[in-house]
C-alpha cells in the first residue's frame, strides 16, 4: 500500500490485513520515495526489544510485531528526508503547534486535554503519542501518524510548529524558555535514537535545526485549567531560547 506521513510518500508492505488498515488513514496515490517492507530480521529485533524491556519471555502478536517493525524502520528511513520522530503530545490551536513532552504518567495526554477543554474547538489534537517532525530550512512543521498512544487521539492533519515544552508535575504553573542546551538534553530523552552512527548523526543534525528554529521551555504545572492558560500565554509569544534557567541550574529535568 502506498501512505503518505509527514509530507513523504511511502510504499509500505505488509503481511497482516490488520496493518493495512491502521495505516488506511493516511493512503495516497502519490508515487513512493522509499519503500518499508518489515522482514524476519525486523519483526525478530523488535521481539528482542520488547522482552528486553518487559524483563520476560512473552510471545507476541506477529502483526503487533510487524506494526512496531513498520514505525521503527520508517522513523529510521525518514530521517533521510528531514523528518525526526519524537515521543510527545502535539495540538494545533488556532493554526499552530504546540508539542507537550514528558516522560510516560507523567500528564503531558492530560496537559493537552486541559486546552481542548479550556480553548474549546479552537483545539485539536494532531497526535497524542508520536508525532512526527518536518525540519526544513527556516520551518519545522509538525504531522500526525497512526501511533497515537493508548487514547488513539490523532488525524491526518500538520501543523506549523510554534513550541515545544518539557513538561513535570508541580504544585504551581510556570513556565521558563529553555537555552539550546537545555533543548538538546530534552530531545536526547523524547526525540527517535537510532544504533547505526550514520543515521544519527544526521538526527543530531535535524536536532540542531529544530533548537534554532523553535523555542523550547520547562513547563512545571498542576492539572488545573490554570496550568493552560499559563502555558499558552507564554508559548504564543514565541520567547526565544535563553542563556540559562533557573529549572537547568536546579537539575529538575526528568
Known amino acids: 500500500?502506498?501512505?503518505?506521513?509527514?509530507?513523504?510518500?511511502?510504499?509500505?508492505?505488509?503481511?497482516?490485513?490488520?496493518?493495512?488498515?491502521?495505516?488506511?488513514?493516511?493512503?495516497?496515490?502519490?508515487?513512493?520515495?522509499?519503500?518499508?517492507?518489515?522482514?524476519?530480521?525486523?519483526l525478530e529485533a523488535i521481539r528482542e526489544a520488547f522482552i528486553k524491556e518487559d524483563r520476560r519471555e512473552v510471545r507476541y502478536d506477529p502483526a503487533y510485531l510487524e506494526n512496531n517493525a513498520i514505525h521503527a524502520l520508517l522513523a529510521e528511513g525518514l530521517v533521510q528526508h528531514d523528518v525526526l520522530l519524537m515521543?510527545?503530545?502535539?495540538?494545533?490551536?488556532?493554526?499552530?503547534?504546540?508539542?507537550?513532552?514528558?516522560?510516560?504518567?507523567?500528564?503531558?495526554?492530560?496537559?493537552?486535554?486541559?486546552?481542548?477543554?479550556?480553548?474549546?474547538?479552537?483545539?485539536?489534537?494532531?497526535?497524542?503519542d508520536k508525532p512526527m517532525l518536518r525540519i526544513e530550512e527556516g520551518r519545522v512543521t509538525v504531522y500526525g501518524t497512526p501511533w497515537d498512544g493508548k487514547h488513539r487521539l490523532s488525524r491526518n492533519a500538520s501543523a506549523p510548529l510554534k513550541a515545544i515544552a518539557q513538561l513535570c508535575r508541580g504544585d504551581e504553573n510556570r513556565?521558563?524558555?529553555?537555552?539550546?542546551?537545555?533543548?538538546?538534553?530534552?530531545?536526547?530523552?523524547?526525540?527517535?535514537?537510532?544504533?547505526?552512527?550514520?543515521?544519527?548523526?544526521?538526527?543530531?543534525?535535524?536536532?540542531?535545526?529544530?533548537?534554532?528554529s523553535v523555542p523550547f521551555y520547562h513547563l512545571q504545572c498542576n492539572m488545573e485549567p490554570e496550568a493552560a492558560r499559563v502555558a499558552r500565554a507564554a508559548m504564543s509569544a514565541g520567547c526565544l531560547q535563553v542563556k540559562e534557567t533557573a529549572f537547568e541550574k536546579g537539575g529538575v529535568f526528568e
Not at 524558555?177 to 544504533?195: D, V, W
Open 1 to 42: 500500500m502506498l501512505i503518505e506521513l509527514a509530507g513523504v510518500p511511502v510504499e509500505i508492505c505488509c503481511r497482516f490485513p490488520s496493518n493495512e488498515r491502521f495505516l488506511e488513514d493516511y493512503r495516497t496515490d502519490k508515487p513512493p520515495v522509499m519503500t518499508v517492507r518489515p522482514g524476519p530480521e525486523d
Open 175 to 212: 513556565i521558563e524558555p529553555l537555552s539550546k542546551a537545555g533543548a538538546f538534553q530534552m530531545l536526547m530523552k523524547h526525540a527517535y535514537i537510532s544504533r547505526d552512527p550514520a543515521v544519527m548523526a544526521r538526527i543530531m543534525a535535524l536536532e540542531k535545526r529544530l533548537v534554532d
Open 87 to 128: 515521543h510527545g503530545s502535539a495540538l494545533c490551536m488556532d493554526g499552530l503547534g504546540y508539542i507537550f513532552a514528558a516522560k510516560s504518567g507523567t500528564g503531558k495526554s492530560t496537559h493537552a486535554r486541559l486546552w481542548r477543554r479550556e480553548f474549546g474547538n479552537r483545539v485539536f489534537m494532531i497526535n497524542d
